[in-house]
C-alpha cells in the first residue's frame, strides 16, 4: 500500500498531484500541522526534519516533494509526464524540477515570512507557536549580503 503524509495546502500538496495525475492508488494520511503532529516521535521517525511530505511504499520510505514527483513519475514511463531519460528535453526535465525546491521555494517562504507566512497562520490560528516555526520565523539574514 502507499501512504502519503501530507496537509494541505503545503508542499505535499505537489506530491499529491503528481499520484492523482497519474492515476495512483494511494492513501493520504493527513499529518496536522496545526496540531504539531509531525513533531510526535513516530511521525519524526519518518521524517527526522518534522516536515510533510512522506510517501511509503511497500518498498521503501521517502521525503522530499520533488522527489517523490519524480520517483512516481519513473515508476509511471508510460505517463508521458516526463521526457525520455538522456534526451534533450529530460534536461529541461531536470533543470525545472531542481529549480522550484533549490531556488523558488526559498524566495517565495521568505516573501510569505513572518505574517504572510502559511504556517505562522495556521499557528496564530490555533493559538500556538511551536519553537521550530519560531526558529524559522525569519530567514531573511541568511539571504542578505555580508557588510
Ligand atoms: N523541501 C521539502 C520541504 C518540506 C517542508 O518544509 N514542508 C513544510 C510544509 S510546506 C512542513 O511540513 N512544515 C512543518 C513545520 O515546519 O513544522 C519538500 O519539498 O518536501
Same mark, same amino acid.
Given at each position: 500500500m502507499t501512504i502519503l503524509y501530507a496537509f494541505p495546502p503545503t508542499r505535499s500538496n505537489r506530491a499529491q498531484w503528481a499520484l492523482e495525475e497519474l492515476g495512483l492508488t494511494y492513501e493520504n494520511r493527513i499529518v496536522n500541522l496545526e496540531k504539531g503532529e509531525q513533531n510526535a516521535c513516530e511521525y519524526l521517525s519518518r521524517h527526522p526534519l518534522g516536515v510533510v511530505p512522506v510517501l511509503e511504499t511497500d518498498h521503501y520510505r521517502m521525503f522530499e516533494s520533488v522527489a517523490i514527483i519524480m520517483q512516481m513519475i519513473d515508476e509511471n514511463p508510460?505517463?508521458?509526464l516526463a521526457p525520455e531519460a538522456g534526451s534533450p528535453e529530460r534536461a529541461l526535465y531536470y533543470q525545472w524540477c531542481v529549480y522550484a525546491p533549490a531556488e523558488l521555494d526559498c524566495r517565495l517562504m521568505e516573501y510569505f515570512d *513572518?505574517? *504572510?507566512?502559511p504556517l505562522y497562520a495556521m499557528s496564530q490560528r490555533a493559538g500556538s507557536t511551536t519553537s521550530k516555526q519560531q526558529s524559522r520565523g525569519n530567514t531573511s539574514s541568511v539571504y542578505e549580503p555580508k557588510p
Amino acid at each position: 500500500m502507499t501512504i502519503l503524509y501530507a496537509f494541505p495546502p503545503t508542499r505535499s500538496n505537489r506530491a499529491q498531484w503528481a499520484l492523482e495525475e497519474l492515476g495512483l492508488t494511494y492513501e493520504n494520511r493527513i499529518v496536522n500541522l496545526e496540531k504539531g503532529e509531525q513533531n510526535a516521535c513516530e511521525y519524526l521517525s519518518r521524517h527526522p526534519l518534522g516536515v510533510v511530505p512522506v510517501l511509503e511504499t511497500d518498498h521503501y520510505r521517502m521525503f522530499e516533494s520533488v522527489a517523490i514527483i519524480m520517483q512516481m513519475i519513473d515508476e509511471n514511463p508510460d505517463s508521458g509526464l516526463a521526457p525520455e531519460a538522456g534526451s534533450p528535453e529530460r534536461a529541461l526535465y531536470y533543470q525545472w524540477c531542481v529549480y522550484a525546491p533549490a531556488e523558488l521555494d526559498c524566495r517565495l517562504m521568505e516573501y510569505f515570512d *513572518n505574517k *504572510n507566512r502559511p504556517l505562522y497562520a495556521m499557528s496564530q490560528r490555533a493559538g500556538s507557536t511551536t519553537s521550530k516555526q519560531q526558529s524559522r520565523g525569519n530567514t531573511s539574514s541568511v539571504y542578505e549580503p555580508k557588510p
